[in-house]
């Protein structure tokens, strides 16, 4: 029996769970699926849409979906702005019934859809209709009253729905300029009024990034890619700001002043087809140009911005200003001629030296920025003479600057320094001549007139000075700012490094210091400074930090004098080095690490006044055995003295 029982009672329970399964969960999915389609004022599948008519004040307009999109066929045959179809779709599949208002009315004047402003028709793929008609809005609430099919009942529904679905044709239409893939264009044909320029993209690079922008006519030269770039970028983004033709008369077509164009772009893409379009007069309103696609009958204005963007006022404005892209590793020495002296730097392993005038170390930080200012030489214009016009001076340069480089093979994608074939490319020197002065306008400013001005004169332009500028072997002549050449006009010192003294504190181990002809030796015993001899005790600390940090990375401020290695030594009682005021020399182990002599200081005439100061006097130093006098800071010798005096007084 208790079996029995329990067997039933299992029984029960999967029966109660199966309920509850069935019921609660199964049964509630579909029933909130059933309350959601019950609210819905459509139920359709967007992706089940065949057409869509839309009747507003303007007339019909009717779109169909063909294999390739959605299409107007009615009022004219146009391509649909396929976002602002779906858009409207999903509107439409989304509206609710907020609440049913009338059943089965009789009139509908009340409700605004005895001629209702708006409606909606759907074609399905099953061949069924579906139609809402949007009347007025309600009194109360942003709501409007709709109906659906002709069923007579009225329902309201958010007044959002009225809005998305008041539609002109220019709303719908397609309305892009060019229709076309970034990676699929080869080629841009540019006519203008005052020239015609063919760019051609060049071959993509070996990690299949687009490759850049080259003038193939009316010469060969590199193109300003950012600018080919931003046009197509506009072409394919920008929209047409309104329609203004769809069949335009032939007099039509002569106010636009598209019977006979006076600019066009066109772009190629892959298999040589081609889109143009055709650049009027300005519009009035909307502020634009008339265009036309060739090929399409309607009419449009785009906006000013845009046809800046893809017709420049110049060739000159297509053109790349960079002069030069090398890869900076593929540098292995710069030359630099003035006409009465001359540079020649060279790179050994990771270091640069000077070569010429004499083996010298050069300062890392100056051969950089020689270097970032090649490779960022930009021309504000382009002369139009051939480079041996000796108006321009290139063929005695004030300036020249080389690159000598790193050969490339044929097997190594060529980088260009400028307008050049490949092959002339891959010589190995790249030598810049600069050439006479000359000033342009600035084309950053514009002449204006000041308000202000009472005789409302315009202003000048600014102008700039410039230099012409030319690769050895190349026709292209560059104007460029005087600014940008200056980092060229340098001195042996400029080039030359300034660290005099360079070691690692924590390695040091024992100092010598020599004062006034007193000695004093010092010891490094576990990290804390000590004075050796007859009077040793500790060091202040701050006082040997304070020395470490001005001897260390000693830089030179200037080169007071230079002799030959080997030649006796000079008279430096000018500099206070007869007999230095002190000599500090510092060891790791017995390795001397640092070895500087430094001068009394040298009193110079103030800024003022002409009167010898102290606060004006200037410190040279000796530095090992090298054979020169270097202007340094006075701080290092305000932290020896500070030292010596300590060490003689014993504090």
């Known amino acids: 029996m208790k079996l029995r029982n329990t067997v039933l009672m299992a029984i029960v329970l999967v029966m109660l769970a199966g309920f509850v399964y069935f019921y609660e969960i199964r049964g509630r999915d579909a029933r909130e699926e059933a309350e959601r389609v019950e609210g819905l004022l459509l139920d359709f599948d967007v992706d089940l849409v065949e057409g869509v008519t839309l009747e507003t004040g303007e007339g019909p307009i009717e779109v169909s979906r063909d294999e390739d999109g959605w299409r107007i066929v009615q009022p004219h045959a146009l391509t649909a702005d396929a976002a602002a179809i779906d858009s409207l779709l999903s509107q439409l599949a989304s509206a609710q019934k907020e609440r049913l208002v009338a059943e089965d009315a009789e009139d509908l004047a009340p409700f605004g859809l005895d001629a209702p402003p708006i409606l909606a028709t759907l074609l399905l793929e099953s ?71 063919t760019l051609r993209r060049a071959p993509e690079s070996a990690d299949a990034s687009p490759g850049e922008w080259r003038i193939t006519a009316p010469s060969e030269t590199r193109a300003d890619t950012d600018a080919v770039s931003t046009a197509l970028r506009r072409l394919r983004s920008d929209r047409a700001a309104a329609f203004v033709a769809e069949q335009p008369s032939t007099e039509e077509l002569e106010a636009f002043g598209l019977a006979a164009p006076a600019a066009s772009f066109t772009v190629w893409t892959k298999g040589d087809a081609s889109q143009t379009i055709d650049l009027g007069v300005e519009s009035g309103e909307p502020a634009g140009v008339f265009a036309r696609r060739r090929g399409d009958d309607p009419v449009f204005v785009i906006p000013e911005s845009l046809y800046d963007a893809i017709i420049p006022a110049d060739i000159n404005a297509l053109r790349d200003r960079s002069l030069v892209k090398v890869e900076r590793d593929r540098i292995t020495a710069i030359e630099l001629d003035q006409g009465d002296q001359g540079y020649r730097l060279e790179r050994r392993g990771d270091d640069w030296r000077i070569a010429a005038p004499r083996d010298l170390e050069a300062d890392a930080s100056g051969v950089s920025t020689l270097l970032t200012s090649f490779l960022n030489l930009t021309a504000e214009s382009f002369a139009e003479g051939p480079a041996d016009d000796p108006a321009y001076g ?11 480089l790193n050969p490339q093979s044929d097997a190594e994608e060529v980088t260009e320094p400028r307008s050049a074939s490949p092959e002339a490319l891959r010589r190995e020197v790249l030598r810049l001549r600069v050439g006479a002065a000359t000033e342009i306008d600035d084309n950053t400013t514009n002449a204006t007139t000041d308000p202000s001005d009472e005789t409302g004169e315009a202003e000048e332009a600014k102008r700039i000075a410039v230099r012409y500028v030319a690769f050895a072997g190349d026709s292209t002549v560059y104007l460029v700012s005087e600014t940008a050449l200056e980092p060229f006009r340098v001195e042996l010192f400029d080039l030359r490094a300034k660290t005099l003294v360079n070691f690692e504190q924590e390695a040091l181990t024992r100092l010598e210091l020599v004062s006034e002809g007193a000695l004093y030796d010092l010891e490094k015993r576990d990290e804390v400074w000590m004075r050796t001899g007859q009077q040793e005790g500790q060091i202040e600390p701050t006082r040997i930090s304070d020395l470490l940090w001005n001897l260390n990375y000693l830089r030179m401020e200037g080169l007071a004098i ?10 430096l009682t000018a500099f206070g080095l007869d007999t230095p005021a002190f000599r500090i020399t510092a060891y790791v182990n017995d390795q001397v690490a640092a070895d500087v002599r430094i001068g009394r200081p040298v009193p110079v005439e103030a800024l003022e006044g002409g009167e010898e100061t102290a606060s004006a006097a200037q410190v040279y130093a000796l530095v090992g055995d090298g ?9 290092l010798s305000d932290a020896v003295e500070s030292l010596a005096s300590a060490l003689a007084t014993g504090s």
Not at 158 to 181: G, I
Not at 394 to 404: D, F, I, Y
Not at 627 to 635: E, F
């Open 562 to 571: 230079e002799w030959d290695t080997g030649a006796p030594v000079p008279d």
């Open 627 to 635: 054979p020169a006098v270097y202007q340094v800071a006075r701080r």
């Open 394 to 404: 290139l063929e005695t340069p004030e300036l020249t600057v080389a690159l000598h």
């Open 127 to 197: 061949g069924e209709t579906l139609r809402l008609q949007v009347g007025g809005g309600t009194p109360v609430g942003y709501n409007v009253y709709v109906m659906l099919d002709d069923e007579r009942d009225i329902y309201m529904t958010p007044a959002a729905l009225k809005d998305n679905l008041d539609k002109s044709l220019f709303d719908l239409r397609d309305k892009r300029v060019l229709t076309f893939e970034d990676s699929e264009v080869e080629g841009v044909d540019i006519v203008a009024d005052s020239y015609e320029v």
